[in-house]
């Protein structure tokens, strides 16, 4: 495993790596094309940049977290949540390319890939893919839902995958406006919304579709007995998947001056996020805690039982 890790590592700095020289492409050199005169291949390194920048990094994410669900969850786990995302969400997408259902009439332009039927880059249901696993194991261990065995498992279940969807969409209240309005965008709406040119039909849509693939994704890992209860330790890499995204979008609409989306974004999504995240020790410990209270519990009740067999 431990060559795993280190792929899985390499992608993930990459994937930072990659969305800093994409900011820096968008924010300093598309406005100030005169800049490339003065870096070596300059006009080189920028139409690659802005051909294949988007895919790179949304590939490199992809690749660290489907590494990272097959070192915890194994194949299975892994199979399981990225049919679920991509098929829902790709489904979705190209429903709502199509009919307008359920973000709003809205087209994609170029520079996120190749389009599946014309419509959708296939990069975007992997976007969905990591950013709603990273979300949605967040949510589940800061609720402790893996820990809870009572009748209101269910209620809090639910909850979590509430939780996630909501993560999931704040992280899009900040990117769409930027990154539809930018002076290259890669999407734009057919009839702009009242929400800094995004409809509010956009994030019923974000929240319907991630609980759906969410909910999808936890009744198969039920079926298949696969817990998705982790340690802090082990929500690391989705938190910093989660934020490195978030703060790619906070820069873009910062420099759209786009301020509103940020203080809700951050409101709703990024410090739940961190919260969970701290949250998660605190579950962690009390489960092991219990588990190691009920060993000694039955060590001790076994025994006093071997203790009577010899008295008799």
């Excluded at 020289?21 to 080189?44: I, K, S």
């Excluded at 790179?56 to 990272?68: E, H, K, S």
């Excluded at 190749?114 to 990069?123: H, R």
Aim: glycine share 12%; with cysteine.
């Amino acid at each position: 495993m431990g060559y795993l890790v280190k792929i899985e590592r390499f992608c993930l700095y990459g994937h930072i790596v990659a969305m800093a020289f994409g900011l820096a492409g968008l924010l300093w050199v598309v406005p100030h094309p005169e800049m490339l005169r003065y870096v070596p291949a300059g006009q080189t390194l920028f139409r690659w940049s802005m051909a294949g920048g988007g895919v790179g990094y949304i590939l490199l994410g992809t690749i660290a977290v489907a590494l990272y669900a097959y070192r915890t969850f194994g194949w299975r786990g892994l199979t399981a949540f990225a049919l679920a995302a991509v098929g829902i969400s790709l489904s979705s997408e190209l429903l709502g390319t199509s009919t307008g259902f359920p973000f709003g009439h809205y087209t994609y332009l170029n520079g996120l890939g190749y389009k599946v039927a014309g419509l959708v880059p296939f990069t975007i249901p992997l976007s969905w893919f990591y950013l709603g696993m990273s979300s949605l194991l967040l949510a589940w261990n800061g609720l402790g839902v893996g820990n809870r065995r009572d009748r209101y498992t269910g209620l809090w279940a639910m909850g979590a995958i509430a939780l996630g969807a909501t993560l999931l969409t704040s992280w899009d209240f900040v990117l769409d406006p930027a990154m539809s309005q930018t002076e290259l965008p890669f999407w734009y709406w057919h009839q702009p919304g009242a929400f800094f040119g995004m409809p509010y039909q956009n994030f019923a849509g974000w929240l319907g579709t991630g609980v759906v693939f969410m909910t999808v994704a936890l009744l198969t890992w039920w079926r298949l007995d696969i817990s998705p209860s982790l340690s802090q330790e082990q929500l690391t890499l989705p938190l910093t998947i989660y934020l490195a995204n978030f703060g790619f979008a906070l820069v873009m609409s910062l420099a759209a001056g786009f301020y509103l989306p940020i203080a809700m974004g951050l409101v709703t999504g990024v410090l739940p996020a961190v919260r969970c995240w701290q949250v998660a020790r605190l579950n962690h410990l009390a489960a092991s805690s219990a588990e190691t209270t009920a060993a000694l519990a039955q060590s001790m009740e076994s025994a006093v039982t071997a203790a009577k067999v010899v008295v008799k």
